[in-house]
């Protein structure tokens, strides 16, 4: 177990200890960092991912649709808890702590549990600065999606109530090419309360395997975040579930990545 202060966010992006790496070593952190940036840092933006391969008859966006992917003009930030809980081909790692994004940088990070079982443990300094530079606090529902979807298709109501969308994913111009290629091979659907214009939540399924290059692939991805609502009227993303299987350089394995946001308070 050890304090540090960093970032969470960074977990999915830490090097291989040691310096010098395999080239199948990266190329699989490539591949996990595709993967677990869509389930953790673009989350929200699944929800723009809907029924790409069969989206259904043409429509115009709906106006509680547009409510749920608009950001409003609020720059009110929250600090929070959080706990990543990571398996993948090297082992299991947890990780708990509170980020604060309005404090200054070097100190909106405070981890208060770190239980890393691989074989090959992170180099500490590294993660440091990766979680301090990606402390921003953005774990908001709506910030990753743009609004002008289309193929919309209207699927009515939700079991346990809301209304059900599904329509063709738009990534945001910023989002990595890997993570964008990824997003459009995979179908999706999201529920928006019809009372708030929150999302709700969402899930999508890749629906093709995606070539990363001659030598890797994600073969299979499902996703599903749940999204809560903030008193300011926002929604934060209040967990997230991934599993994939990748294969590269002729290895196949399994990674599972779990992440919990809770205690959300008004930070600055």
Known sequence: ML??????????????????????????MRLSAAILSISLLA??????????????????????????????????????????????????????????????????????????????PYDMRQADKKYEQNATGDIFCDTRSREDVTGVVDKGEAPGGGR??????KPEPQTEKMVRDLMTKMSAEAIVDEVSGLL?????????????NLFGEVRQAT??????????????????DLTALISTMGKTYTQKTVQLITNVTPAG
């Open 3 to 28: 304090s540090r202060r960093f970032s969470e966010r960074s977990l999915l992006e830490w090097p291989n200890a040691g310096g010098a790496t395999k080239p199948e070593e990266t190329l699989l």
């Open 43 to 120: 989350a929200p933006a699944f929800a723009q991912a809907a029924a790409q391969s069969n989206p259904g008859p043409a429509a115009g966006v709906p106006d509680l649709l547009k409510r749920a992917l608009a950001a409003p003009a609020s720059g009110q930030l929250f600090a929070y808890d959080f706990e990543d809980r990571i398996e993948d081909k090297d082992g299991q790692r947890t990780v708990r702590g509170r980020i604060d994004p309005t404090r200054k940088a070097g100190d909106r990070v405070t981890i208060t549990y770190l239980d890393d079982e691989r074989k090959k």
């Open 164 to 169: 059900l969308f599904g329509f063709i994913p």
């Open 200 to 212: 709700r939540s969402f899930n999508a399924t890749l629906l093709k395997a995606h070539k990363v």
């Open 223 to 240: 996703f599903s975040a749940d999204c809560e609502a903030l008193p300011n009227g926002r929604a934060y993303t209040a967990r997230t």
